[in-house]
């Protein structure tokens, strides 16, 4: 994983990080996220985020790069990214939960009402759900379409 402010960290170093920050301000409220975004140039470049969202006051996140074979098709793109949200929501759930962190954690899709992924929200949120988390879509999904996609480009 990577941050901007703590530079390359390992996955155990990020859960630390998070613990760190949420137990500053133990009483404050609190909002996980984790969103995938990506852009095709020879292959396919991936970006997928955790976000900590302390509400009023600010946040950190951490995110990870990978390039995969280019992936053409719009609909095998989302769902490609909100695979790989998933899979790290899960392992960072359990994480969080066998070190006494109880937050749920929201997917961020990129994706909205308008544009050519439009049609496959229902799917993609009835997935997310099916999975145990809380989805959100443009524009609201700031992991996803503003921090992944700031770092994809």
């Known amino acids: 994983m990577r941050s901007p402010t703590y530079g390359e960290i390992s996955y155990k170093k990020m859960i630390d990080i998070i613990k760190d920050f949420i137990n ?9 996220s984790v969103g995938t975004d990506s ?16 509400i009023g006051n600010g946040g950190i996140f951490f995110y990870d790069i990978k390039t995969v ?4 098709n719009i ?24 070190e006494s962190i109880d937050f749920g954690i929201s997917i961020h899709v990129d994706a ?11 799917e993609i949120v009835g ?3 099916a999975c145990g988390f809380t989805c959100e879509t443009k524009p609201n999904s700031y992991a996803a379409s503003s921090i992944a996609d700031k770092y994809s480009k």
């Open 24 to 32: 500053k301000a133990p009483h404050s409220t609190y909002n996980i």
């Open 39 to 54: 852009q095709n140039f020879d292959g396919t470049k991936t970006v997928v985020v955790v976000a900590v969202h302390r």
């Open 69 to 72: 074979k280019r992936i053409t």
């Open 75 to 98: 609909s095998q793109k989302l769902f490609y990214e909100t695979s790989n949200s998933l899979n790290l929501a899960i392992k960072l759930s359990e994480t969080l939960e066998r």
């Open 112 to 122: 909205g009402k308008k544009g050519k992924t439009s049609k496959l929200i229902p």
């Open 127 to 129: 997935w997310i759900k």
